[in-house]
């Protein structure tokens, strides 16, 4: 993700790329960006200092990795950066902490950047609300063989989405991982599945299944570029707004 940004930010009229981050120790680490990426020299050298990168931004994008995000959050909240978090697989505690965060900037956060995932969510929240428990709600994901987290951070906004819509606490109703003899399906639970191979974008199937029917809401993305573009109209959207912590609805105007 953090290449296809780059090339996402060079190409817009609207954007400069201003900082580009690696761990410390990484080999691209002071190297030119354009070049470490094997294309033109961009005159930009990859840092592995995030608070002096981010005091120079209005925005930092960040697709990584909970430990890292959490840390920015702090670093980008004292730069009083806009922080955009794609990253997925944040614990309760990650988000309290990336909430302290928000209390002094703003904070975009959300699992998937794409319009269509976004509209689908409150799809979703409306078929729950209008279908009772009698509808087993099952919802099924399936990613590229790299990814590291399960159940995806979409899969969990659409059962959150379903479970808002039933009225219920998904945690209270969440089953994961179904392997052995795990008994019969709990009325009322929402069920997840984790598809993981190959070079799937990313796929997602919200099914309601009753005895004699079945409903199934899906997205699919065929091109990663749609959560960068997402990541950097989040980036613009958070320049005029208060400190707090949103989400792609309230960039997309679907909240
Ligand atoms: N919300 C959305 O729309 C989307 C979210 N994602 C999420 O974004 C995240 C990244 O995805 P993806 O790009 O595929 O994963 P990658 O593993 O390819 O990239 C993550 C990058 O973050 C770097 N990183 C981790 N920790 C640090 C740190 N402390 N300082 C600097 N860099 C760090 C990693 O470096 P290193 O290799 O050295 O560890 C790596 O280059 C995942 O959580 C994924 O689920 C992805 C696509 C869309
Ligand atoms: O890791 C990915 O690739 C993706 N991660 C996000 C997720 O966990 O839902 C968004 C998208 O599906 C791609």
Redesign the pocket.
């Known amino acids: 993700?953090?290449q296809m940004l780059v090339k996402e930010v060079m190409a817009s009229d609207r954007l400069k790329l201003v900082g580009a981050?690696?761990?410390e120790g990484?080999d691209w680490v002071g190297r030119d960006l354009g070049l470490a990426m094997g294309g033109a020299e961009m005159g930009l050298k990859v840092s592995?200092d995030?608070l002096e990168a981010f005091s120079r931004a209005q925005a930092v994008i960040d697709?990584?990795?909970?430990?890292?995000t959490v840390?920015f959050s702090e670093l980008a909240a004292q730069a009083r950066a806009v922080h955009v978090i794609?990253?997925?697989?944040l614990s309760e505690d990650d988000i309290s902490a990336i909430d302290r965060a928000a209390r002094h900037a703003v904070v975009v956060r959300?699992?998937?950047?794409?319009l269509g995932v976004n509209l689908l969510t409150r799809m979703v929240k409306q078929v729950a609300a209008a279908l009772d428990a009698d509808w087993d709600i099952e919802v099924i994901e399936a990613h590229h063989h790299?990814?590291?987290?399960a159940p995806?951070?979409?899969a969990l906004m659409l059962g959150e989405a379903a479970a808002e819509g039933r009225g219920v606490a998904l945690a209270d109703v969440s089953d994961r991982g179904r392997d052995g003899i795990t008994g019969a399906r709990k009325r009322g639970d929402i069920g997840f599945h984790a598809i993981r191979g190959g070079d799937i974008v990313?796929e997602h199937e919200v099914l309601f299944a009753t005895p004699g029917e079945r409903i199934v809401l899906k997205h699919v993305a065929s091109d990663?570029t749609l959560?960068a573009r997402?990541?950097l109209k989040a980036a613009l959207w958070g320049q005029d707004k208060g400190p707090g912590h949103y989400d792609m609805l309230d960039v997309l105007g679907l909240g």
Not at 86 to 89: S, V
């Open positions: 993700m953090g981050l690696e761990r990484h592995d995030a697709f990584t990795a909970p430990a890292a840390a794609g990253t997925t697989g959300a699992g998937n950047m794409s790299h990814k590291v987290d995806s951070g979409t990313g990663r959560f997402g990541a």
